[in-house]
């Protein structure tokens, strides 16, 4: 999932205390995993908001919330369209795809993001999530009997861990696990040591985000008479 942190309270009133009427859009799907967007955070930034802008005078601005089940997805956008119009800001508390996707529809409405997005991750422990996916568009976890060096080696090395490895933790962060020594003792359990024996190939980086913003297309699902909502 996308893992996202909510901005400051003096970040978000910073970004917003110049207009009337502000309505904090939540979302039902990643950010309300990890306890950032969802419905129950979006009224509690909102309870917050509406006392700091108190606090600097601005009592009277009317601030809002409501929540939908996806802000990447224009068919849940449709639910918030008849609302948007009685706004002069949108304060989105999705995700950095979902902020976009409310800016792209409500193009005369700023929209502003409350949160951070952070990293594809999973929930690791209660109130603990971590990085695993790096999203480079050509994965290649099966010759790494499931784990990432890209996304989990500081070093994104492909053959084996650097020397500065000690006790299976990385030099960068002895808090971090080193994904070398996780492939070892993964790859030691299953009993395939000895593919590691062989040079791997150099990553094909063509597909990750430094070749620009990137599209999928699947012509097997496309409606191509659907155009973009106004």
């Not at 601030?63 to 002069?88: G, N």
């Not at 990293?119 to 996916?133: A, D, M, P, R, Y």
């Not at 492909?158 to 070398?180: H, L, M």
């Given at each position: 999932m996308i893992v996202a942190d909510r901005k400051s309270i003096p970040e978000i009133r910073d970004m917003i205390k110049d207009y009337d009427r502000v309505l904090l859009v939540g979302c039902g799907t990643c950010v309300t995993v990890c306890l950032a967007g969802g419905e129950r955070e979006t009224g509690i930034l909102g309870s917050a908001l509406r006392m700091s802008m108190r606090l600097i005078g601005r009592g009277d601005m009317v601030?809002?919330?409501?929540?939908?089940?996806?802000?990447?997805?224009?068919?849940?956008?449709?639910?918030?369209?008849?609302?948007?119009?009685?706004?002069?800001?949108?304060?989105?508390?999705?995700?950095?795809?979902?902020?976009q996707m409310l800016a792209e529809r409500f193009t005369k409405t700023p929209v502003f993001p409350a949160l951070?997005?952070?990293?594809?991750?999973?929930?690791?422990?209660?109130?603990?999530?971590?990085?695993?996916?790096?999203?480079c568009g050509a994965c290649r976890?099966?010759?790494?009997?499931?784990?990432?060096?890209?996304?989990?080696?500081?070093?994104?090395?492909?053959?084996?861990?650097?020397?500065?490895?000690?006790?299976?933790?990385?030099?960068?962060?002895?808090?971090?696990?080193?994904?070398?020594?996780?492939?070892?003792?993964?790859?030691?359990?299953?009993?395939?040591?000895?593919?590691?024996?062989?040079?791997?190939?150099p990553h094909d980086w063509s597909t990750a985000l430094d070749g620009g913003p990137r599209k999928m297309v699947r012509e097997d699902q496309r409606i191509d008479d659907l155009k973009a909502k106004d």
């Open positions: 601030i809002d919330e409501c929540t939908i089940e996806r802000q990447c997805d224009d068919a849940f956008i449709d639910l918030l369209a008849p609302r948007v119009a009685d706004y002069d800001a949108i304060c989105s508390l999705g995700c950095g795809a979902g902020v951070n997005t952070q990293f594809i991750g999973i929930l690791q422990s209660q109130g603990v999530w971590t990085e695993k996916c790096a999203a976890l099966g010759e790494f009997v499931g784990i990432c060096p890209i996304g989990r080696c500081a070093k994104r090395l492909f053959n084996g861990p650097c020397g500065g490895s000690k006790d299976g933790k990385c030099e960068i962060d002895p808090s971090i696990e080193c994904a070398w020594q996780l492939i070892y003792d993964r790859a030691k359990e299953l009993g395939v040591l000895e593919k590691f024996e062989e040079i791997a190939e």
